[in-house]
């Protein structure tokens, strides 16, 4: 179940944000806020970053990721809240990883690509992580750079995903509204027989 929360609401589409009230990325209240400290681990900023996006916590998104202008794509949707943001908290810590070597070939979660890691994205700066069981099973593997003492997780992959997710859905919605049209015009009595 844990699963299927973040696959959510990292994949949401615009079709599912229509149904639901959309939530923007919160201030942080002044009495708590703090900067985030830089991740002492890769493994430890994947964790923040996952839960960062999840919970739409933009300070702690920033911190554990590499910089990028289109950050923001990451926090748009629900964030989990209650029991579901209670359950991710909880099994968060045990997500486990494999840090993947160079030439190591994995398959993607949507079987179509495969993913071949260069030597230039490993080494003693910079990790691949592939999540390995719940509950981040079904996620790609992420790289990981170690920046100004701190681990990064470069959130490009991500980005560029969630907005192929938005396009595809945008082609739908045209087709859609286009397909409607035609059947509307289709039904409509035709003035020629008077």
């Known amino acids: 179940m844990l699963a299927l929360i973040l696959l959510t609401a990292m994949s949401q589409s615009p079709e599912t944000k229509a149904k639901a009230p959309e939530t ?6 002044s009495k ?4 985030p400290a830089p991740a002492a681990t ?3 900023a994947f964790r923040a970053f996952m839960l960062a996006i999840i919970t739409l916590d933009e300070p702690t998104l920033r911190a554990v990721s ?9 926090l748009k949707g629900q964030a989990a809240t209650g029991a579901a943001e209670e359950m991710i908290r909880a099994q968060m810590p045990n997500q486990k990883f494999r840090r993947l070597k160079a030439g190591d070939e994995v398959k993607l979660p949507a079987g179509t690509r495969t993913l071949i890691v260069r030597p230039d994205e490993v080494g003693a700066d910079r990790v691949f ?9 079904k996620m790609y593997p992420m790289g990981v750079r170690k920046v100004d003492g ?14 192929a997710v938005a396009r595809k859905q945008a082609e739908r919605e045209k087709q859609q509204k286009k397909d409607a049209g035609k059947e509307e015009k289709a039904a409509m009595p035709s003035a020629k027989g008077k």
Request: charged content about 30%; aromatic content about 4%; overall charge neutral.
């Open 24 to 29: 923007k990325a919160k201030a942080p209240d």
């Open 32 to 35: 708590k806020a703090t900067k």
């Open 42 to 44: 890769p493994e430890e």
């Open 66 to 74: 590499l910089p990028n202008d289109e950050l923001g794509v990451l």
């Open 129 to 137: 992580l592939l999540p390995e069981g719940p509950p981040m099973a």
């Open 150 to 163: 701190g681990w990064r997780v470069d959130a490009t992959p991500l980005i560029y995903s969630r907005k």
